[in-house]
Structures are given as C-alpha cells and as structure tokens.
C-alpha cells in the first residue's frame, strides 16, 4: 500500500499530469494511470502507466508513490494521509 498520488505530485523527472476532474485527494485532483494517453514532456510533466490493479477512479487505476511513469521514472510522492493498495 502507497500513498495516493494527485495532480502536480512530483515524479522522478516532473509531476502527475493525468487525473480525475471529479475525484479530490487532499483538495487535489487524484492521480490515475492511464497507458492509451501516455506522454512525457520537456516541461517535466509526465502521464503514469502503471497503477493499482485493485483501485480504480473513473474507472482507471489509481496512481500512487512508486509507480511507473511514461518518462521512465515514477511518482516520488503522494498524500500524506490517503493510502491505497493493490
């Protein structure tokens, strides 16, 4: 179990830039992975691809710390006190 990843959280390499408009964290957007929009940018911005196989939002999984980003890096941080598994 992780801590949940929301839009802006850093990556190795940038931020979360893929998530859910109608689904907050902390007040944030929560971060999804979603592998059919999957991009990277030289603003440092990144879409992750890899998330929970058991949590999805909006039907997506659900990002967290740990994982895999389109860049090749992963997300380096998330929510202080929102955890989710799988």
Do not use: E, H, W
Request: with cysteine; hydrophobic share 35%; net charge neutral.
């Amino acid at each position: 179990m992780f801590p949940a990843a929301r839009i802006g959280d850093a990556t190795t390499y940038g931020a979360v830039t893929s998530g859910s408009s109608n689904v907050l964290i902390n007040n944030i957007p929560a971060g999804v992975a979603n592998m059919s929009n999957a991009s990277s940018s030289l603003t440092g911005t990144t879409t992750v691809v890899k998330g929970s196989s058991t949590v999805f939002i909006n039907q997506l999984p659900a990002a967290r710390q740990n994982d895999a980003c389109a860049d090749g890096g992963n997300v380096t941080c998330g929510s202080g006190n929102v955890i989710i598994g799988g």
